[in-house]
């Protein structure tokens, strides 16, 4: 079965987060229904609208699972298809798209469909994720994005933001800022955790790592804003991070701030050795 890569965008403002949830609006569950319709498939003994429940929807598997209000202009999710269902699909995103449409979906596009190897896999294929983070300084908000950008309550000190962000890049547990899960190891690669001036007191961070846990981004970002802003010293910063523990000390920023801009994948030939690569559970750092 042809295996399709989709690269896909969209506003999480109304979404109630990427993964398909009974009775809420997420960006999942409107591509999945968009392609199900698309293909036209139904149950095999019944003239009956297929819903989530049967075999016959259309299932994705994404890149990286974001929150409510978390927005994306880099998304990525690949799907297997019969070689029929692939010509439908293959280069021809604009048949998708106006069928969001007519479901009512006009904040979420996909922007391109193509084939891939076998051996690709969104999830556990990927090099590197990167997210942005913006922020803003008391009055400063530009009303045109006001829905991508947190307007904090106290001025930040850039440069201050800027030496905390840098302090917390490299391969570390990041217990701290991640949402505690049983049996999953906060053992990751930040790459890049670093600032730039976009606008007059508006400033946008990118984050780069591996992969990250639930909520890593959001809370690196406040702990950041926490030493911009004189709530902690870098001192307190290096003590919480060692503790490996959640702290309120700073807090975790709000989701309208984040978007995913990209997902990296390597060459064709180092698919497979990536995605079994990621597979292997980390080892705890000392």
Same mark, same amino acid.
């Given at each position: 079965m042809p295996r399709l890569r989709l690269d896909i965008a969209y506003d999480g403002t109304d979404f109630h987060g990427w993964a398909t949830q009974p009775g809420l609006r997420t960006v999942q569950g409107a591509l999945e229904q968009a392609l199900t319709t698309v293909l036209r498939r139904k149950p095999a003994e019944a003239e009956t609208t297929v819903t989530a429940a049967d075999p016959e929807w259309v299932r994705l598997t994404v890149g990286g699972r974001t929150d409510a209000g978390v927005h994306a202009r880099g998304q990525v999710a690949h799907l297997d298809v019969s070689e029929a269902e692939a010509t439908q699909l293959l280069d021809r995103p604009r048949r998708i798209n106006g069928v969001l449409v007519r479901q009512?979906? =006009?904040?979420?596009? @996909?922007?391109?469909? /193509?084939? @891939?190897?076998?051996e690709f896999d969104a999830r556990f294929g990927a090099l590197y994720r990167r997210y942005e983070y913006r922020i803003c300084n008391p009055g400063a908000l530009d009303l045109l994005t006001r829905n991508h950008t947190v307007e904090l309550k106290k001025t930040v000190d850039f440069d201050a933001m800027q030496a905390a962000s840098? =302090?917390?890049?490299?391969?570390?547990? $990041?217990? /701290? $800022?991640?949402?505690?899960?049983?049996?999953? /190891? =906060?053992?990751?690669?930040?790459s890049h955790f670093e600032w730039r001036q976009v606008a007059p007191g508006t400033f946008a961070a990118r984050v780069q790592a591996d992969a990250f846990c639930h909520s890593m981004v959001r809370a690196l970002v406040g702990a950041a804003v926490a030493v911009g802003t004189g709530r902690i010293s870098f001192r307190e910063l290096a003590e919480l991070e060692a503790a490996r523990t959640r702290s309120a000390k700073f807090v975790v920023m709000p989701a309208h701030g984040l978007s995913l801009e990209e997902i990296a994948y390597p060459a064709p030939g180092e698919l497979a050795a990536r995605a079994l690569q990621t597979r292997a559970r980390r080892q705890s750092l000392s």
């Open positions: 009512g979906v =006009s904040d979420a596009v @996909v922007r391109a469909v /193509t084939q @891939v190897p076998d840098q =302090s917390l890049v490299g391969l570390r547990d $990041f217990a /701290t $800022f991640c949402k505690a899960r049983e049996g999953a /190891t =906060s053992v990751r690669h930040l």
